[in-house]
């Protein structure tokens, strides 16, 4: 997860080193269509599979979502600083909660209100309405950890019923073929330097995912989780030294307020996955 945390903040380097050369729905789709390169080793299970319509249904509208967050998210990156984007992010977790407990039936108990509730604050404290003016940017990120969100909760759905390499593979062909009207719509001829920048956000951001599968693997979420926050840490100092980004205390303690309540719903989530599979009283494991 470490490696994780700083393969995604790479990611983030990259495209806010890009900037706005290249418009956003365009480096989002160079992104996603260069990024299918690194599918090739596992192409051939790939094409073996054999999706119900029902999944194929799911697969793309997961797919759209995903270029929708995708293209805000890069737009984004070339108007507000590092570590605003990368403590806003981690509203996903969050939308994840509310649309669980909307849309799939999960119960939302009074803590996790709770929690929900202070990463709400959190937000706040980063944006600061009414006292500072607010850019298209925070805007963009906030419809971007929504629609990230929906993403993530139809994987969950979608991960019960087939390989988790399948899903993975798929959202990146769904991503590139949903992208391809806005990357037309406002294409330009990118450089060959633009073009080998992208194919790093595309190498990055594939082995920060890879990385992330190995970690879901060796150990449970509740350890694996806190991890990610480092990426904060790791986004404020990439900011001020390679960017010249002032460390804004207000985002600081806002992204701390988020990850503390993104934290404590891992935490119950765990919990009580480990109390369903719990026997009760003298019955023993299968």
Known sequence: MLVTGLCFVAVTALVK???????????AFLRYLLG???????LRPLLRARPTRRQHLLFGGRGLLHAVGV??????????????????????????????????????AIRRIAAVAAALVGALVILRPGFRELDPGHL??????AVFGGSYLLAKVVSDETDPALVVAMLSVWVTLWLVPAAAAVWITPTPWELAVLLAVAFFATAGHYTMSLAFRAAPVTVTQPVTFLQLVWAVILGAVAFGEAVDPFVVAGGLII????????????VLKRRSITPAGPETKG
């Open 140 to 145: 963009a990120m906030l419809g971007t950890a």
């Open 17 to 27: 080193y890009l900037g706005d050369r290249v418009p956003a729905p365009q480096s």
């Open 36 to 42: 299918l390169v690194f599918l090739l080793p596992v």
């Open 71 to 108: 293209m805000l998210w890069f737009y984004a990156m070339t108007r507000i600083p590092l570590a605003e984007v990368t403590a806003m992010n981690y509203l996903s977790p969050v939308y994840v909660t509310v649309g669980a407990a909307l849309f799939l039936g999960e119960r939302l």
């Open 259 to 270: 990850i503390a309540a993104v934290s404590f719903i891992t935490w119950r989530e765990a």
